[in-house]
């Protein structure tokens, strides 16, 4: 079982790194590649046999000789039982971990406890990935503690999937604590889309273009699973196990582990739905020409986005959109795109070594990474990145753009 988590984890750095190129890729011609390559990685997946899995990937997404070596210590028999070991410690320590968190009592312990406890005891009726009644427990009781917690609407509707809630009843919780945020009104505008209501995504889009903020919960949400994690008692790892969690997830110690782990969770719930914002404010848009308020609550909502430095992929949409829809933008807002794009190609080297052996280079650690990202936004992180490891936060004047947005 470890060794498929394993191909999973690294299939959703992957997915996460398509994620970050999709804005690039728009522009330049190469999302539909994009988007056959993700669905390639994911048909591989669903093939359930480990080696059939491997395979596929192989096929899919040659192995670099770095990664045949990182397979050459994987495929040996001592690692993966050395490893498999580890996963079994591993799971229950972070659930007893999870427990005495929650014994705490506080509002943010019991938050904490809920997001980090493993999915191992949900009733048999309950969907797949639901978190059990103990883990939901924790949360009924932060809700009932902190009402008016915007922390706990804003986890309610992130983890609505694994509390097994009602969508609509969380937005509109939302709404009611964290109503003068636009980046409330922003996430149900993605949730009214994915249900079928553009006439309520619409007025959504608007709530969001006329709030009187704008604040991203990405940043709390991560220092929420950071400080849940900090000081858990897991077992560490051996110098086996240590070698072969190093090639299989760049990470070789426990430490390192659990902040790739917050961080992955963080990736999968800080990013809000945007169809609505992407149809409504595409440049080609047809309700452009019929609704005549859309062009000015697009401006705002994205003028609002591209400025923010909380999420790379956000940011990269919103100033193209922006260029897009207004070429007048254009030199105001590609020397930002350029930043952005700079940031990104200096910056996903250095991201693959987070967890590397002694932190080579002057990168840091992972757990120091994603503190940044927690008090920085992804953005201020890539920058702090970029600076440590002695290179240029800003793209020299001959440094171009591949292509000019269209």
């Known amino acids: 079982m470890l060794q498929k988590r394993l ?48 395979q596929c990937l ?62 191992q005891d949900a009733a048999a009726g309950d969907a797949p990935g639901v978190l059990g009644l103990q883990a939901r427990g924790w949360f009924a009781r932060a809700r009932q503690l902190g009402p008016t917690d ?4 804003w986890v309610e509707v992130t983890d609505c999937h694994v509390l097994g809630c009602d969508r609509d009843a969380a937005i509109a919780r939302l709404l009611q604590v964290d109503g003068d945020n636009a980046a409330a009104h922003l996430w149900a505008n993605g949730v009214a889309m994915e249900s079928g209501d553009p006439r309520a995504a619409r007025e959504d889009l608007h709530a969001a ?39 299989a997830t760049g990470t070789g110690t426990a430490a390192d582990w659990m902040a790739m782990q917050a961080l992955g969770q963080w990736a999968a719930i800080a990013l809000a739905p945007m169809q609505g914002v992407s149809r409504f404010c595409a440049p080609g848009s047809a309700q452009l020409a019929r609704d005549p308020g859309l062009r000015a609550d697009c401006k705002a909502v994205l003028s609002r986005l591209a400025a923010d430095d909380s999420t790379l992929p956000y940011a990269e949409m919103a100033t193209r959109l922006l260029i897009g829809l207004d070429p007048g933008l254009t ?54 990145l970029l600076s440590h ?17 269209r």
């Open 7 to 54: 191909l999973e984890r690294t299939l959703a750095v992957a997915l996460l790194s398509a994620l970050s190129l999709a804005g690039s890729a728009t522009a330049t011609g190469q999302a539909p590649a994009i988007d056959r390559a993700a669905a390639a990685a994911e048909a591989c997946m669903a093939l359930g046999d480990d080696a059939r899995i491997a």
């Open 58 to 119: 192989q096929q899919v997404a040659p192995r670099s000789p770095e990664q045949q070596r990182a397979d050459a210590v994987l495929d040996d028999p001592a690692t993966q039982a050395a490893m498999e070991a580890w996963s079994r410690a591993y799971e229950p320590a972070m659930a007893a971990h999870a427990q005495a968190l929650a014994q705490r009592g506080d509002v943010r312990s019991l938050l904490g406890a809920m997001m980090i406890m493993p999915v």
């Open 150 to 153: 915007p922390v706990v609407a």
């Open 209 to 247: 273009a006329v709030a009187p903020r704008y604040q991203p919960h990405s940043g709390p949400l991560l220092s929420l699973l950071l400080d849940a994690r900090a000081g858990a008692p897991v077992p560490a790892m051996d110098a086996r196990t240590s070698a072969g969690m190093q090639a």
């Open 331 to 384: 030199g105001q807002w590609t020397p930002r795109l350029r930043q952005l794009a700079w940031w990104r190609e200096q910056s996903l080297p250095l991201l693959a070594d987070l967890g590397g052996v002694a932190h080579r280079g002057g990168t840091p650690g992972a757990g120091e990474y994603a503190r940044w990202v927690a008090s920085d936004g992804e953005l201020g992180a890539m920058a702090r």
């Open 389 to 405: 490891a002695g290179i240029a936060t800003a793209p020299p004047t001959e440094w171009q753009l591949p292509r000019q947005p």
